[in-house]
């Protein structure tokens, strides 16, 4: 397994990666793009904080590359379209840096009410100014938190420590989430109404581009102070400026801007406004546990495909992602099997969930049945749980995925029908105990076979001998059987012969057309698995 690490990283995210054995890390950090270019043709894994851009141009020349990870939270740098239609995942540190970026809320906060910079700027002029400024406590004052997610409710959290009232706009949490945190949910204009201090925390959407606008702002309480450690184009930096002159709005904290750097200083220069270069998230700590949370994610990825903070398909908590590993094993190996009986162009895959599985999100199981689908026909690496879906509109394969909670006679059942223009296969199967996936049934025929290495599924009437005929058929060609599976319905019977692949022998098409040859055999197909 190759990594390459194309950013600063912290040492202690690049030993999590050295650890496992035959592992290589590089690192190019401040080394020429080139390098890096030609260091990804055999790359497995791409850890980028926001200085590399991973574009079209990056990507197409990584072509082994299964996972791209951002040391951070925005992945502007990278190009998640060309990412997602190549297959590759794409990761982020969501949270990691929340902590540090309320406590820059709070540094800006206290700054304003106790004029920090300017007592500061002034004893640095060796002015002792004791009686020009006095400040204003946080305790007892109303706190308005837009956006109650990671960084809003690690604020809000601190600012009950402060002995604020915290009430907060967001219309996407239900109101005894934030009841249950001692929060008001309030309308936005009641909000800015009330609080003695606003900060933001929301991502810039449609929504909230310039969610304070000129009128939001003047709705704000006389003396309000505003601090913005989200994104600068949440707020009309304009108005802002007139409305701090004009006296209405007490002071702004800011730490992002709507140009970066700014190329008016103005508002930054203002005596009621504390500005920060976008550093809110900047700390020893919140680098730290982002360089480790994305390592982590990777590892876990590149190890046992655990799918972490992905922002290009559905993340699944490690426990849920453990009970579900076995049945998207199961269901490749249903979509790679199906695939091989089939024979021609695919027009729909049906997937059907039944008793407990049938219960919660299973888009990793239905991933996994199309990449095993695709498997068969796709060259090596090109599908991937990212992609598949992708890949089967593209391909005018209809995914038609239904569920029954009611069992059908296992506890849980996957079952899996494609069908080509002229027929249909019909494969089900369900994990016996751990690390035990076995077919149950074949083309409406009931079986219980594994399914693993190489398999003949023979279709036959269902009269005496043909399992004697196709012993010595196989035996013929030094082919020694490994299980044999019957199923049989009045319709007819379904044999599953598992090779034994010791022997090294191999089921040629020579081997399928002597069973072939048999007069009861209707169908004889090698699986590959
Ligand atoms: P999050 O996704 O955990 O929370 C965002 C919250 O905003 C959610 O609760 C969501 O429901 C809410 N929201 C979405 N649309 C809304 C709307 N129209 N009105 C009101 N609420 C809305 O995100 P987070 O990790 O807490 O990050 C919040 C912001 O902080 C992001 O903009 C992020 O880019 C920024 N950030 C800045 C820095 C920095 O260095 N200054 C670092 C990290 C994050």
Redesign the pocket.
């Known amino acids: 397994m190759k990594i390459v690490v194309a950013d600063d990283l912290p040492a202690s995210a690049v030993d999590l990666l050295r650890a496992p054995d035959a592992w290589t890390v590089e690192t190019f950090a401040g080394r020429p793009r080139s390098e890096l270019l030609t260091a990804l043709a055999d790359t497995d894994a791409l850890l980028v904080r926001s200085a590399t851009k991973v574009d079209r141009e990056l990507l197409e020349a990584a072509p082994t590359l299964r996972i791209v990870a951002r040391a951070?939270?925005?992945v502007d740098n990278v190009d998640l379209e060309v990412a997602s239609t190549r297959g590759i995942m794409v990761t982020n540190a969501?949270?990691a840096?929340?902590v540090?970026?309320a406590e820059?809320a709070f540094a800006l906060m206290l700054a304003l009410a106790r004029r920090v910079p300017i007592a500061d700027g002034s004893m640095k002029q060796q002015r002792w100014e004791k009686n020009r400024l006095l400040g204003a406590e946080l305790r007892g004052k109303t706190l308005g938190v837009?956006?109650?997610?990671?960084?809003?409710?690690e604020v809000a959290h601190r600012a009950r420590v402060f002995g604020m009232r915290v009430v907060a706009?967001?219309?996407?949490?239900p109101p005894h989430v934030a009841a249950d945190m001692g929060i008001d949910l309030l309308a936005?204009d009641d909000l800015c109404a009330q609080a003695d201090f606003i900060t933001?925390?929301?991502?810039?959407?449609d929504?909230?581009r310039r969610?304070f606008s000129r009128d939001q702002l003047a709705r704000c309480k006389v003396g309000a102070c505003l601090i913005n450690?989200?994104?600068g184009e949440?707020v009309d930096e304009a108005a802002l400026l007139d409305l701090l002159e004009a006296g209405h709005l007490g002071g702004a904290g800011l730490?992002?801007f709507e140009k970066e750097p700014p190329t008016e200083w103005t508002l930054v220069s203002h005596p009621r406004v504390v500005a920060t270069p976008?550093?809110?998230?900047?700390t020893s700590e919140a680098q730290e546990l982002v360089g480790l949370d994305v390592a982590a994610g990777v590892r876990d990825y590149l190890l046992h495909g655990v799918v972490r903070n992905a922002v290009n398909f559905p993340s699944v908590p490690a426990e849920e992602f453990a009970k579900l590993q076995p049945w998207m094993y199961l269901a490749e190996r249903l979509g790679v099997c199906a695939a091989q009986l089939a024979h021609g162009p695919i027009q729909t895959v049906g997937i059907r969930y039944y008793g407990q599985l049938a219960e919660g999100p299973r888009e990793l199981v239905t991933g996994s049945v199309l990449v095993g689908v695709f498997r068969h026909v796709l060259s090596a690496g090109t599908v991937t749980l990212v992609n598949a879906r992708a890949l089967a509109a593209e391909r005018g394969v209809e995914v038609v995925e239904t569920r029954s909670t009611r069992p059908r006679n296992f506890t849980s059942l996957v079952s899996v029908k494609v069908h080509t223009s002229t027929a249909e296969q019909w494969l089900e199967g369900t994990i016996f105990e751990p690390g035990s996936p076995r077919i149950t049934l074949v083309n409406g025929v009931e079986v219980e076979a594994p399914i693993e290495g190489t398999l003949i599924v023979i279709e036959n009437q269902d009269r005496p001998g043909v399992i004697g005929e196709v012993g010595t058929r196989l035996g013929r060609h030094g082919i020694n059987i490994a299980t044999f599976a019957l199923g049989r319905t009045s319709a007819g019977a379904v044999g599953v012969v598992k090779v034994d692949e010791q022997t090294g022998a191999e089921v040629t098409d020579a081997v399928l057309t002597e069973i072939r040859a048999i007069s009861a055999v209707r169908r004889a197909t090698v699986v590959r698995l």
């Not at 976008?278 to 900047?282: G, P, Q, R």
């Open positions: 951070g939270t925005g969501p949270g840096n929340s540090s970026v820059h837009v956006g109650l997610g990671r960084i809003g409710q706009y967001d219309p996407f949490i936005l933001l925390h929301v991502p810039v959407t929504e909230t969610l450690t989200a994104r949440l730490d992002v976008h550093i809110a998230a900047s």
